[in-house]
Each structure stands twice: as structure tokens, then as C-alpha cells.
């Protein structure tokens, strides 16, 4: 819409092809509910109130019949990779919850397919209703100790974010290398100030001098606090705080409840999920955040704003998106209830949202998104460690919990067998675990021991390994594992589940090894079937893929698994996983 354009429909000079009457206006600029009419010409509004002067025969009316009407919700971050669907897929089930922009990070992608995947992103966020925003990735890889698909640096970031999408450097996870003056790094930051850009963070358990002196290289947001006076103390220090409502990971039941009682101003808090599951996608999005806050004690219109207004405000994109004001986009939501966030009907950019599938058109990828997984066929024997025959063996254990992305360090007694091959303890929750790396750079398997799964018997791998997203395979027997990371390499990417030396069920995921391009509500019934199957098999992790993604994420405390070997994140070194041998 020409800027000319939008200030004569104001004027009336122009008549308005859309006016919603009798609104409820969820007017979150000053937390007041409004009774007025809304106009809106080529997606932007451009009347609120008596707009009997900017309306004629040829106007379409929409009787909300006295609805509230709310702005259109924003995620403030999220990696849509993570809900296992093509971006045309994920907008399609977000606007049919209320959600109308998001805030990418394709670091996922970018990890597999470098630069040119996140530019193939953006091309595709071109044909879409939904508001496409993109915080370029600043950590691909996101530490030295992992094998990526590629790697962006500081001239792949400047030619990135000179795109009007984007509207942020990536979160910065390599803290290490900010706090060290890393030429590299700094480089990047530097790049994104420039252009005017807000530069997220990714700071877990930073505290003290060192978060200082993180936040003195600019960085404003933090969605990784691990304790609540963590997250205190960076929103008092100036940081923006991203409640994270995810799939993987979930902060609102430990700080919101706090953070009411003691009566800490929101105005720099909002909303987001970092990672949806597609089972996840289907129930609920942003809508799902702001009825969670509402019943843990949020007033409604908090709620909303931190879903809409604040997060508009934090990337500098508030004279789009995030309220309902004369010259945003025509981005709305038409609630039947306010309390519950009862979704009646969704208004993006000045169009009905009805039917879904009609209106997001499925985009064609090239051919070699759908080759990414290049590793030579694993034997057995690349998965064993071996030590001294009929020993006793102290080894680091990677211990992981439910509903949550931090690791522990742990350790254990295991004994070889004849030949030396260190045997897992399934009575004791022991399994044997590897990252293979599956770019075709270096042919690099991690090897080590994990517990938490309470797998019983066989192995299960996947193509999804944060953030490198080499393959993680882990199982009670060493052939079923190798089974299982052959079968991956065979479907071109996805998860998979074996046992006694047979494939049980699978879900291939073969752009990029991360997505499929089928419909969420597909992807959601094949990964419901995974769930049962390796139930089955004994283990007890509601959520034992997104679990088991994070194994290899060397940047979340504190135990983890690269390609490259075991990895101690406090210590940030690769650590030896044999501590002591016993005969």
C-alpha cells in the first residue's frame, strides 16, 4: 500500500475496502477496552472510531457483533525448524491460533544449508500471510567443538541483514567468545548496531562481572535463565526478558507467579516459545501462552500486550505490527471471550483467515535441500567403546529430565565385557549413546553414556541434534544402533526407532534432514505413533525427542555430546568419558 494511498483512506478521500463494526477494542497502547469501529484499506488500518466517513456501498462490513477484538499475536522467537514442517506448512497452523508474525532465527537451517538456506527462507516468508521477521544467526556453528553443515561469519551476517525482514542479530550462544573480545564475533555485533539492529542473547547461568560484561557488547534479551534471580537480575540490569513457553522448555509456571507477587514492572517482558512440536502446534501457540497467564494470574490485557506491543517494541517493528492503531498492519484477532482467548476468527493483513490451506500456497525447494545426510554405513563396531576385559569402569554420564533442555553431569561403575566393549546398565538407566556426523566433512562419532530415557531395549536415532544437528543415536544394543543411523541415512533425514535388529516405525524428515513438507496435522499423527512405539520400548520421557535433540547442543549446561566427544559446557573442553578402570 502506497504511503499516499494510506493517508487519503484516512482522510476519506479514499473509501476503506473493510470496516469491522461494534469492537471491542483491545487497545493495548493504553490498556483499555475501546467500543469503536475499525477501517482498513489494502491490509492497514486506517480509521478507529466513528469511520461512517470512511465507508461506501462498495465497503465490505464485518459485524463483530460487540467481540473483543484483539491485535494479531507475535512469537519474539522461535525456530519454526523445530515443529519438523517447511515454513508454508508452520504459518498456516500459527495464524489459525491467533499468531500473525514471528520472529525466526533459522539458525537450524543455516547450520545445515549455511547462508543460502536462510536466504531460501526468506524467499519463501515472501508468499506468505503470516509476518515473517528474521533474527539473522550469529552462531553457526554455535561453539568450535562441533562438526555444522557450514558456518556463517561476519560477511555472511552483513549481506544477511541488509534485508527490510530482518530486524536482529540472531541470539549470540557463544558467550565465551563475546566475553573474550573475539575479533570474529565482535564483528558480527558490530554489523548488526550498525544497521540499527537489536542483538539477542543466549546467556545461561551468566551472572555477575561476566554478564556485565556481556551485555556491554550490546546484547539486550535473554530467554535462557535457568533460576528466577537469574532472570531478575538481567531484567534489572537493562535486559529485555523472554518468557519461554516452548515445547522443550517452559519458564512461565517458575517466574510469572514471582514476578507478579513482587510486583516487578512487565513492560519489558514478553512472550516466547523458542521451539514448537508439531503435536504442540495443532493444540495451541501464542493463543495457548496468553490463557496460561491469564489463569496463573495475568489481568488480560498485560497478557496480550506481552504477546503483542512489547515484543513489537523490542525488534523496532511497532510501527507494523503489534497493536491496533491507525497505520499498522491490519493484523487482528476476534475473540469471543476475553478471559479464555477464545478464538472466534483471525484477520491477516485485512483478510479472513478461513480456510488455512487455501490461502498459503506450498513452496517448491531445490534439490539439494533434500541431500544433507552424508555418512559412510556405521558398523557396530564404530559405536563401542573398549577398555581393559572384565574391568570395572567410572565413566561422565549425561543425565537428562523431563520437560527440560539443561543437562546434569553424573557419573557411574560400568564393566566390560570379554572382548573390552564398555556395556550399558538398562536396570540402572545406563545407555550407550553417539553423534555422527553427517555433513560428509569428517566421517567424526562421539561416543558416551546417557541416562534419563529408561529405554529397555533397542535404539533409537534422529537427524534433528541441536544445533549442528549431526545424528544422535542412542540404545541398549550396539547393532540396533547402527541399524537405526543407517535407516536415517536411507529416509534422508528424520527419527527412527529399532528393535532386535528390526525398523519399528519411522518419520522421514527429508529437507535438510530437519523438516517434511507434509501438512503439521500428518507430521503430528506419524510422531504421536513414535511416541507410543518407543513407550513401548520402555521409556518414560514425555517428550523423549526434543530430549534427545539437545544431547549434542554444546552451549546449555552441563554435560553434553558433540561429534567431536564429550563436552563439559562450564568448563567449555571436551572431557574424557573413561574417568577411572577398575580390575
Known amino acids: 500500500m502506497q504511503l499516499t494511498e494510506r493517508i487519503f483512506a484516512s482522510k476519506g478521500d479514499i473509501k476503506a475496502d473493510t ?14 477496552i475501546l467500543n469503536a469501529d475499525i477501517a482498513i484499506q489494502s491490509g492497514y488500518i486506517v480509521g478507529i472510531g466513528d469511520v461512517s466517513g470512511l465507508k461506501d456501498a462498495s465497503t465490505r462490513i464485518i459485524d463483530v457483533n460487540h467481540r473483543y477484538v484483539s491485535p494479531g499475536l507475535l512469537d519474539g522467537h522461535v525456530h519454526f525448524e523445530s515443529s519438523m514442517v517447511t515454513l508454508s506448512r508452520f504459518a498456516r497452523k500459527a495464524l489459525e491460533h491467533g499468531t500473525t508474525g514471528i520472529v525466526i532465527d533459522p539458525h537450524e537451517i543455516a547450520n545445515v544449508l549455511g547462508r543460502q538456506g536462510i536466504e531460501l527462507v526468506m524467499e519463501e516468508a515472501k508468499s506468505l500471510p503470516l509476518n515473517i521477521f528474521v533474527a539473522v544467526s550469529s552462531c553457526v556453528p554455535a561453539t568450535p567443538f562441533e562438526t555444522s553443515g557450514a ?3 561476519a560477511a555472511d551476517v552483513r549481506a544477511l541483514i541488509d534485508n527490510e525482514m530482518v530486524v536482529s542479530l540472531g541470539e549470540v ?8 573480545g573475539d575479533a570474529g564475533k565482535l564483528a558480527m555485533i558490530r554489523a548488526a548496531r550498525e544497521h540499527r539492529l537489536v542483538v539477542d542473547g543466549h546467556a545461561p547461568g551468566l551472572r555477575g562481572f561476566d554478564l556485565w560484561g556481556y551485555m556491554a557488547a550490546g546484547i539486550s534479551s535473554d530467554h535462557e535463565s535457568l533460576t528466577y534471580e537469574e532472570a531478575l537480575e538481567k531484567l534489572r540490569l537493562g535486559m529485555k526478558l523472554m518468557l519461554r513457553e516452548g515445547s522443550a522448555a517452559k519458564s ?8 507478579l507477587k513482587e510486583g516487578v514492572s512487565l513492560e519489558n517482558v514478553f512472550f516466547v516459545t523458542d521451539d514448537k512440536h508439531p503435536e504442540d502446534l495443532l493444540a495451541g501457540y501464542m493463543d495457548a501462552i496468553v490463557r496460561k497467564a491469564i489463569a496463573l494470574g495475568l489481568d488480560p490485557l498485560d497478557a496480550i500486550s506481552m504477546s503483542t506491543i512489547n515484543t513489537a517494541r523490542h525488534y523496532r517493528i511497532d510501527h507494523l505490527v503489534g497493536s491496533i492503531s491507525i497505520g499498522r498492519r491490519a493484523d487482528l484477532v476476534i475473540l469471543d471471550n476475553l478471559e479464555g482467548f477464545s478464538i472466534h476468527s483471525v484477520i491477516a493483513g485485512g483478510n479472513t483467515i478461513a480456510p488455512i490451506e487455501a490461502q498459503t500456497p506450498v513452496f517448491n525447494y531445490p534439490d539439494h535441500v533434500l541431500d544433507t545426510i552424508r555418512y559412510r554405513e556405521i558398523k557396530p563396531q564404530d559405536l563401542k567403546i573398549i577398555n581393559t576385559p572384565g574391568s570395572s569402569v567410572s565413566v561422565n554420564v549425561i543425565k537428562v529430565f523431563p520437560d527440560q533442555i539443561f543437562t546434569e553431569k553424573d557419573n ?7 572382548s573390552g566393549i564398555l556395556l550399558p546398565d538398562t536396570e540402572r538407566d545406563i545407555l550407550c549413546t553417539a553423534v555422527i556426523e553427517r555433513h560428509g566433512k569428517n566421517g567424526n562419532i562421539g561416543l558416551g553414556f546417557v541416562s534419563g530415557f529408561d529405554l529397555k531395549s533397542g535404539a533409537f536415532a534422529q537427524s534433528i541434534g541441536h544445533d549442528s544437528h549431526n545424528v544422535v543415536v542412542t540404545g541398549t544394543d550396539h547393532a540396533d544402533m547402527a541399524l537405526a543411523a543407517n535407516a536415517i541415512k536411507k529416509r534422508k533425514g528424520g527419527i527412527v526407532l529399532v528393535q532386535d535388529g528390526e525398523v519399528l516405525d519411522s518419520l522421514s524428515l527429508p529437507f535438510a ?3 517434511s513438507p507434509d501438512p503439521v496435522e500428518e507430521v503430528a499423527l506419524e510422531l504421536d505413533g513414535l511416541h507410543g512405539t518407543i513407550k513401548e520400548m520402555g521409556c518414560t520421557l514425555p517428550a523423549p525427542f526434543i530430549t534427545h535433540s539437545f544431547i549434542a547442543l554444546p552451549v546449555i549446561p552441563k554435560l553434553r555430546l558433540t561429534d567431536m566427544g564429550l563436552f563439559d559446557v562450564e568448563r567449555f573442553e571436551i ?9
Request: proline share 4%; with cysteine.
Open 19 to 32: 470496516v469491522l463494526e461494534h469492537c471491542r477494542i483491545i487497545n493495548v497502547n493504553t490498556k483499555e
Open 252 to 259: 512461565l509456571d517458575n517466574f510469572l507467579p514471582r514476578l
Open 513 to 515: 534432514g530437519l523438516l
Open 151 to 153: 558456518s556463517l561469519d
Open 173 to 180: 550462544m557463544d558467550f565465551p567468545a563475546v566475553l573474550s
Open 412 to 418: 557411574a561403575e560400568l564393566v566390560t565385557d570379554g
Open 575 to 583: 572431557i574424557e568419558v573413561i574417568i577411572g578402570t577398575k580390575k
